[in-house]
């Protein structure tokens, strides 16, 4: 099983597919015989200051001293979608605004001089853990629609959480659950002090 990661991580499967998505940018230079990145560019060449969608990692991959492209802020990183987050952070189905709303959003910090994004996606989880806590206690995976309400780190809290209720209501209800002790609570099992003040193992 891949485990998604949280950071940006060469080798997570879950992270190149966060890098493969098409953020707005522009170019920042005349840029000869490069038109066919731009499939709606009639043109072989790109001139300065021209917008288009490029992959993200092509935006990452560039050279800092003299890039040619410059990132821009995607439209569900702006302030008219913040005052729609603010409103009602629940309703709002951020799986099909985006699929990796929260990573990609962190990676794009790095290209704008203020904190909204940060604090954007800060108080948007903030409030919709709220929200997909209550789900875990109340529904399950058949009566929602998670692809679409749910961005990609949010389901697999949703799925874990599902999993942890079950297991909790199972141990309520005294089904067979396998509770494991801690290593500290099994090593004092295992050794005890004998009379003389020396260490040895419990007799089992």
Same mark, same amino acid.
């Given at each position: 099983? !891949?485990?998604?990661? =949280?950071?940006?991580? #060469?080798?997570? @499967? ?6 493969? %998505? ?23 060449? @790109? ?24 990132? @821009? ?11 729609? #987050? &603010?409103?009602?952070?629940? #309703?709002?189905?951020? *799986?099909?605004?985006?699929?990796? #709303?929260? %990573? ?7 290209? &704008? ?13 903030? %409030?919709?853990?709220? *929200? ?7 529904? *399950? !995976?058949?009566?929602? !629609? /998670? ?11 949703? !799925?874990? *959480?599902?999993?942890?209720?079950? @297991? =909790? ?7 067979? /659950?396998?509770?494991?002790?801690? %290593? ?21």
């Amino acid at each position: 099983m !891949n485990i998604p990661s =949280f950071t940006p991580n #060469y080798y997570s @499967l879950d992270d190149i597919s966060i890098t493969q %998505e098409r953020i707005p940018c522009r170019t920042t230079q005349d840029l000869h015989m490069m038109g066919f990145l731009d499939a709606s560019e009639k043109s072989s060449n @790109l001139p300065n200051n021209h917008t288009m969608e490029l992959p993200l990692w092509v935006i990452l991959a560039q050279d800092e001293r003299n890039p040619h492209f410059e990132a @821009l802020i995607p439209d569900i990183y702006s302030a008219a979608y913040k005052e729609i #987050y &603010q409103a009602d952070a629940n #309703y709002v189905e951020l *799986g099909a605004l985006c699929k990796y #709303y929260y %990573e990609l959003g962190m990676y794009l910090t790095r290209y &704008q001089n203020t904190n909204s994004v940060a604090e954007m996606l800060y108080t948007t989880a903030q %409030e919709r853990l709220k *929200g997909l806590k209550d789900l875990c206690q109340n529904v *399950g !995976n058949d009566s929602l !629609n /998670v692809a679409s309400k749910f961005e990609f780190g949010e389901r697999l809290l949703f !799925n874990e *959480g599902i999993k942890t209720n079950k @297991l =909790f209501d199972d141990w309520l209800q005294e089904k067979q /659950v396998h509770i494991k002790s801690t %290593e500290i609570a099994v090593n004092i099992r295992k050794r005890k002090r004998s009379p003389d003040g020396e260490t040895q193992d419990e007799q089992q």
